[in-house]
C-alpha cells in the first residue's frame, strides 16, 4: 500500500478568504476563537504576521500591534465544508479517501500505472489543490498515519518560531 497525505498548513485562513473576503489579503487579516470575553488570534495572514501577530496571541493585543487588522471570528463549518470539497475532489484517483484533522489521505497503489506514477499523482493533486484555493503539502508513506505525519515536514512553518535564549 502507499499512501498520499495532503496537509492544509493554513486551512483556517483559506477557507475563510476564498470569495467574500479574498480582496482582503492586502490587509492584515486574523482569524478569532476562544471564549467570547477573551478571545486569541487562531491564524493571521502574512500582512498580520509582518506586524509581530502570532496564533494564540489575545486579540486585544494583536489590535494594539496596528489599529488596521482586521478580525474574523473563525467558523469551523467552513473548515469542514472545504474538506469535504477537497475529499470529495480527491476521489478522481482513488475511491480509497479518507479526511485528516487539516486534510485528506489516498491510498494510490493501485492507481499509479494508470496515472503514471507517483510524481504525476502527487504533481496532478498539487496543482488541483491550488485551483481549488488552497495551499498544501504532501507527505507519502505506507501508511495513512505515516504520510500525515511527513505532510507537514515537507515545508517550513509560514511564521518564525521564536529561538529559546541560552
Not at 487588522?69 to 480527491?90: F, G, N, Y
Not at 504520510?147 to 541560552?166: D, I, T
Request: glycine letters at 6%; proline letters at 10%.
Amino acid at each position: 500500500m502507499l499512501w498520499i497525505a495532503i496537509f492544509l498548513p493554513e486551512l483556517s485562513l483559506q477557507s475563510h478568504c476564498r470569495g467574500a473576503l479574498s480582496h482582503l489579503s492586502d490587509l492584515p487579516l486574523v482569524l478569532s476563537d476562544g471564549v467570547a470575553n477573551r478571545p486569541h488570534v487562531h491564524a493571521a495572514n502574512a500582512r498580520a504576521r509582518e506586524a509581530g501577530i502570532t496564533p494564540m496571541m489575545p486579540v486585544v493585543a494583536a489590535q494594539a500591534r496596528t489599529a488596521e487588522v482586521i478580525v474574523v471570528p473563525r467558523d469551523t463549518s467552513k473548515e469542514e465544508a472545504a474538506l469535504t470539497q477537497i475529499a470529495l475532489w480527491l476521489t478522481q484517483f482513488t475511491p480509497m479517501t479518507c479526511r485528516e484533522p487539516a486534510g485528506a489521505s489516498l491510498e494510490v497503489s493501485t492507481t499509479l500505472r494508470l496515472f503514471g506514477g507517483i510524481a504525476a499523482i502527487a504533481n496532478r493533486i498539487r496543482t488541483g489543490i491550488t485551483s481549488l484555493g488552497f495551499h498544501a503539502v504532501i507527505g507519502i508513506a505506507p501508511t495513512p498515519l505515516g504520510a500525515y505525519l511527513l505532510a507537514p515536514l515537507a515545508e517550513p512553518p509560514p511564521h518564525p518560531r521564536p529561538q529559546a535564549r541560552p
